[in-house]
C-alpha cells in the first residue's frame, strides 16, 4: 500500500513513491490487484489498473522463460510444435522440424491484457494441430523469453511485436547517408536491456570515413561503458568475418533506420539470403524502406537473423521516467550524490550528473538522450 508522509499544516499529503514496486510484484510482495502504484498518466482506475497489470504481466512473463520457471502441460497427442518464421496478412508460416507449414489461429487465443496488438509474433514457439481439412492450426503460445516491440500506432499504451526469443540485438547505424542517430542507439539499449537481449553496435560504412580512427572515436562513448561495438562495410568487406563469427549460434534481431544498410550487411554475411536492397535517397539523404515483412532466417553455419524494417522509434512503454537512470549506468552511478533522493538530473540544484556533463564526465549526446527520452515517458500521479 502507497505510504504517506506525516501532515503538515495546510499541506495535502503527499504520496512516497514506490520505486520498487515491479520487483516486489515479481517476488510476490505485492499484490497487483489489491496495491497499484500510483504513477502513469492520469487515466480512470480502472483503465490505470488494467495497464499496469498488462506491465507486470509482460514483465513476469519474460523473467519466468528466461529462468525456465514455467512448467508446461505435456505436448497433447497429435499436436508438433515449432517456430513462427513469418506472419503475413493473417497467415502464420510455422517451423515443424524443418517442414514450414501455413497455420491460422484458433480464435480463442487474444492479445487481450497482454500489452501488446498481436496474438502470435515470428520467433513465437507454438503447439500446432492438425485440423484436417481445415489445415494447421495454432492452439498455444509458448512463454516468450524475449520480445523486441514497438508502439502501436493506435494505442501509446500498447506494442506491437516485432520478434520474439531471439537472444541478440545488433543495432546498426551508419557513418554517413544517414548519419548516425545516437538518440535511436540509446533508445535500442534501453529496448535490449527490456526485452532480454544482449546488444551489439554496429557502425556500417566505414569505407566512407577518412579513416576507421574517426569512426572509431565517434564509437568510443560505448566502448568505454562496455557494450560491443563492430565496425563494418558492406562494400568492401571489412569487419564482415567479425560480423558473421558474433552471429553464428544466436538468433539476432537487426534494427536500425531505413539505409543504413542492414539488408545488405546480411547479404555481405551471407548472399544466398536474397534479402531486398535500395539505395539511399538523394533528395532526403534518408534511406527508403526495403525491408516490409519480418522474417525468421536461418545462417548456413548455424542461427538465424531477423531483417526488421527500418524502425524510427521501439517500444518503452514498462519504462517509468524515475526508472530511466538504470538504463544509464554512468548517470547511475553518480545518482546518489545528488542533493535530491528524487533528482530527475535534469533541473535540480546541486545534481550530481549535470555537473559530470558540464565537467565533460558524461557524453553531452548520451545526456541528450537521456533527456529527449525522459521527456517522452509517462509522468506520475501527485496526489490520491
Known sequence: MSKRKPIKANR?????????????????????????????????????????????KVESELTLADTAQVEMPPLPEGWREGTVIRVSTGLYHV???????????????????????????????????????????????LPRRSVLARPDVK????????????????????????????????????????????????????????????????????????????????????GIDTLRNR????????????????SSLLMAVQPDLELRVNQVSEASGLGRHTTTQVALLKLNEGGYVVDTPGLRELGLITVRRYELALYFPEILALAGQCRFNDCTHLVEPDCAVIQAVEQGQIASSRYASYEAIYNSLPEYYTES
Open 12 to 56: 495535502k499529503p503527499k504520496i512516497v513513491r514506490d520505486k520498487n514496486w515491479k520487483t516486489r510484484v515479481l517476488e510476490g510482495q505485492l499484490d497487483p490487484d489489491l496495491e497499484m502504484p500510483r504513477v502513469g498518466r492520469v487515466l480512470p482506475r480502472g483503465l490505470e489498473e488494467g495497464k499496469v497489470k498488462r506491465w507486470v
Open 95 to 141: 517451423d515443424l522440424e524443418n517442414q514450414v507449414t501455413i497455420c491460422s489461429v484458433r480464435g480463442t487465443l487474444t492479445a487481450t491484457d497482454t500489452g501488446y496488438t498481436n496474438v502470435v509474433a515470428v520467433g513465437d514457439r507454438v503447439w500446432v494441430s492438425d485440423q484436417g481439412t481445415q489445415g494447421q492450426v495454432i492452439e498455444r503460445v
Open 155 to 238: 494505442n501509446p499504451d500498447l506494442s506491437q511485436i516485432i520478434v520474439a526469443n531471439v537472444d541478440q540485438l545488433l543495432i546498426i547505424s551508419s557513418w554517413t547517408e544517414p548519419d548516425p542517430w545516437l538518440e535511436f542507439i540509446d533508445r535500442s539499449l534501453i529496448a535490449a536491456a527490456q526485452g532480454k537481449m544482449k546488444p551489439l553496435i554496429c557502425l556500417n560504412k566505414v569505407d566512407l570515413a577518412a579513416n576507421i580512427r574517426e569512426c572509431r572515436k565517434e564509437m568510443k562513448i560505448y566502448r568505454d561503458l562496455g557494450y560491443d561495438v563492430l565496425f563494418t562495410s558492406a562494400t568492401t568487406g571489412y
Open 247 to 262: 552471429l553464428i549460434g544466436h538468433s539476432t534481431a537487426v534494427v536500425g533506420l531505413s539505409g543504413v544498410g542492414k
